[in-house]
Every structure is written in C-alpha cells, then in structure tokens.
C-alpha cells in the first residue's frame, strides 16, 4: 500500500465513498461535511479538553518528594522515565507510521491533534521533572539504563517496526489495534502508582497533571477503538479467525509485559498493591479493550481496585475513563480538594 497523495485534486471520491484506509480522498478537511461524525465529536471534546502543564501547581510537590519512601522515590522516578518514552514514540508514530495511510482527513484532523497532545504531555513530564529532580538526567535516561524498563520499551518499539516496512491492509489494521494496546494498557500501571500517591495525600500535583493526561488518553483510545469499529464495517473481509487471534496474541503478551512492569515498579511496597492485584487489574482493562472492538473477553474478571476509577475523574466531567465514555468538558479551575 502507497501512502496517501496529500494533493490530490483530480479525486472524484463521494462522501460516502470515504475509507479510513485505502481511499482517493482530495485531501481537504472540511468540517462541514465528514463521514465520520465521531471525528468531528472527538474533534470537539479534545478541543475542550486543551490544557497547560504549567498550569498545574508543583510547589507542594517539590516539597512532598524530599519526604517519599525510598521505594515510593523508585517509583516515581521509573514511572515518569517509562511515560516519557512513551509519549515521545507516540508523537513521532502518529504522524510517521499511522497518519501517512489514512485517507479521511477528518481522522488526519484527529491524529494531528493527538500528536500534539502527545507532545504536550511530553512538556508536563518536563515540568515534573524539574520540580523534583536535581538530576533531570538521571530520569530522562532511566529508559535507557534500567533493564526492565528498556526490555518493556524495546518490544513496544519493536512492535511498531514490525508493522511497518512493506505495508499492506492487515498490517495497517494490526497497527490500529497496536495504538489501542498502547493507549489502552501500557499507561495504566503508571498511571493507578502516581493516583496511589495522590490518595496518601502525597504528590497532589502530580497526580492533578496525570488525570489531565489520561483524560487526553481516553480520547487518543476512542479515536482508535472508533477506527477499528469503521474498518471492520468497511473490511470485514480483513476480520479473519487469524487476525483475532494475532491481535489477541498481542493482547496477552501486553498484558504480561505491564503486569509485570507494575509489579517491578511497586515491589509490594506501596499500599494498596499486590503483584496480583496489579495483574487483575490490567487484565480487567484488556478485557474493556477487546469487548469494545467486538472481541470477547480474555480473562473475566472484575476492577480489582475501582477507587482508581476516583481518582482519574473530575467533578463536573460525567466520565468514567475506563469505560471510555466522554462528554465535552472545559478544564475551569484545578482543585485539589478531589483529593
């Protein structure tokens, strides 16, 4: 498969005509006319949802970090080293490896937005960092020195060089469900530690900038589990037995890897975690994942630790985040007293 021509004005593509991959489209995003009105609302809602790191007040987490547990410091530090790469890979991946063969300019909208919110939350981790490390260093080249983490990080990225090279549709829709994993599941461990903080009333600046971060996430996995969704109407013919089982394939083994990554960061250390708590609680998520592309559960099991679900919303956002339902929200004032 070619990537997309970006000028293309002798396209006689219709509307309806319209594919999220592999279509003639001219191009031109028109927001009064979309195939995809899920776009233009996802559109809508991260438009709502802009926000500023530096908005976030980090004084009293510069303060609570000099105090932390030395596990909770090992934590923290492994934590944010884990969510840099990641947003760093997806910022790049977005525009590099998806963007290039979806031809429905609303969804091009879509991604062009979610790459820069990738890089916005590349900006928060800079001022957490900054606010708790004489040594920024240290932490920014934590992904390269810890080997837990570099085995986690260098799967993922060998994943989506996997996908990429030759391109063909299975692969393109192999990578859909990649960005979903991603999205979906390797943030999450990371995420639940910094809310365990959070809840022992510790570090409420960061964790007021990861519930912005992960409400940005919730749409980043919408828009791909939306894509899936289209696809499947659209291709049906690329939703074999082989393709489920592959995407199940990947599914179990991100499950193992954050599993596991949850536990080496939590170390039975850190209140309200257990290795199998941790395992129960990714499997729960996977199983979200797949039920909302039209697979069946992997593993049926129940949210091992629902307070989280608390801790990741905000009081006048009707959202529960992993069950990905958004409503528009206007970010107002930051109050801690969620907390």
């Known amino acids: 498969m070619e990537r997309k021509t970006i000028y293309n004005p002798d396209s006689k593509e219709s509307l309806n005509d319209r594919r999220i991959f592999g279509g003639n489209s001219d191009g031109m995003i028109n927001f009064t006319k979309m195939k995809y009105q899920w776009a233009l609302n996802l559109w809508d809602t991260m438009e709502a949802n802009t926000w500023f790191p530096r908005e976030v007040q980090m004084t009293g987490d510069a303060k609570d970090y000099k105090y932390l547990t030395e596990p909770e410091k090992r934590m923290y530090d492994l934590v944010l080293s884990q969510l840099i790469f990641m947003d760093s890979l997806q910022t790049n991946n977005l525009m590099d490896n998806i963007n290039p063969y979806i031809t429905a300019p609303e969804i091009n909208a879509c991604l062009s937005r979610q790459s820069y919110e990738e890089a916005n939350h590349s900006k928060s981790y800079a001022v957490m960092v900054e606010s708790i490390s004489d040594n920024s260093d240290q932490i920014y080249d934590m992904w390269k020195t810890d080997l837990k983490l570099k085995e986690k990080n260098n799967y993922i990225a060998t994943v989506y060089k996997n996908l990429s090279g030759h391109v063909t549709d299975e692969k393109i829709v192999l990578a859909l469900f990649a960005n ?160």
């Open 180 to 339: 979903q994993i991603l999205e979906g599941l390797y943030f999450y461990a990371g995420f639940a530690a910094m809310y365990a903080l959070g809840k022992s009333g510790k570090m409420l600046g960061s964790s007021q900038m990861i519930r912005f971060i992960q409400r940005d996430e919730v749409t980043h996995l919408l828009l791909f589990q939306n894509m899936i969704n289209s696809v499947r109407k659209e291709r049906p013919d690329l939703f074999t037995v082989d393709l489920e089982e592959k995407v199940r394939v990947m599914f179990r083994k991100a499950v193992e890897l954050e599993s596991s990554w949850g536990s080496y960061i939590t170390q039975g250390q850190i209140l309200g975690f257990t290795d199998g708590i941790i395992k129960q609680y990714i499997q729960y998520l996977a199983d979200k994942r797949l039920d909302a592309v039209g697979y069946k559960p992997e593993y049926n099991v129940k949210h091992p630790i629902p307070w989280v679900d608390g801790y990741a919303s905000f009081n006048d956002q009707r959202t529960n985040f992993f069950e990905g339902n958004v409503v528009n929200y206007s970010k107002g004032s930051i109050d801690f007293d969620d907390f």
